[in-house]
């Protein structure tokens, strides 16, 4: 064990070693998000300058760190899902992510969390989303600190907020969601918290739970949606 854990520390160490920051913008070596991530390593940190990006669908299959400079705003032109995480170890902090895509066949994101553990989303700013962040197949993921305001009109033409599916150990902490079908989306989900966030006028329900258990849900505030807090089919 004590051989193990000299290997695991050297192998964690040599990691943070050679990690880089690599940065985007007009005058960087990458004027494209995509790019960077393509020639990023595990462990590296990229930093997006402030300006407009329209990158289509930009996904990230690297264990790293994409990290906003004064909100860059990342435009999805009513198209496309924004950002699709592909990998564990993700952290999405400090953008602006308007103008997803809306399709009633495919639940498009701003960000979507494709069966991957540990990413953290953080400090974000979503706005006229379809589905805002969207979880599936996912644990021990971070969803702190974000904006979430969409403009709902239809059930069927708007997503939820924070949307989590066929997920454990989440936590979604301090977020503002506003304008959605529902603020916050359970289905399948277990050994989550829900603390702290503001849920209000959205079309449905604050907090929507389905078939989830063993979660707890603490010093939230529902306001002026259809319904606070709705526990359905759940332990």
């Known amino acids: 064990m004590k051989i193990l854990s000299i290997i695991l520390t050297l192998v964690l160490f040599s990691t943070s070693c050679f990690a880089k920051i690599i940065p985007v913008g007009k005058s960087a070596t990458y004027t494209k998000i995509q790019d960077a991530i393509n020639a990023a ?7 997006v300058e402030a300006g407009v990006y329209k990158e289509k669908n930009i996904v990230i299959n690297k264990s790293i760190t994409l990290k906003g400079i004064n909100y860059p705003v990342l ?3 009513h198209l496309y899902e924004i950002i699709s995480v592909k990998s564990n170890h993700v952290i999405i902090q400090g953008f602006k992510l308007v ?3 809306v399709s009633s066949i495919q639940d498009i994101a701003a960000i979507k969390i494709y069966s991957c553990n540990n990413v953290s989303v953080i400090d974000n700013i979503l706005m006229d989303t379809f589905f805002g962040v ?6 021990q993921c971070s969803i702190k600190d974000n904006k ?8 069927q ?3 939820n907020g924070i949307h989590c599916w066929r997920s454990d150990s989440l936590q979604i902490i301090g977020n503002t969601i506003t304008g959605h079908r529902d603020g916050i989306y359970f289905e399948f989900v277990t050994n989550s918290v829900i603390w702290r966030n503001y849920s209000v006028n959205n079309m449905r329900y604050g907090l929507h739970f389905m078939f989830s258990h063993n979660n707890a849900y603490i010093s939230n505030i529902f306001k002026q949606n259809g319904a606070g ?3 359905m089919f759940s332990h």
């Not at 979430?148 to 059930?155: C, K, P, R, S, V």
């Open 41 to 47: 390593q595990n462990g590296d940190i990229i930093e």
């Open 75 to 77: 435009d999805g032109e």
């Open 99 to 101: 103008h997803t895509g």
């Open 134 to 139: 969207y979880l599936q197949n996912s644990s």
């Open 148 to 155: 979430l305001i969409a403009d709902a009109i239809t059930e």
């Open 157 to 159: 033409q708007s997503g």
């Open 229 to 231: 807090a709705s526990v």
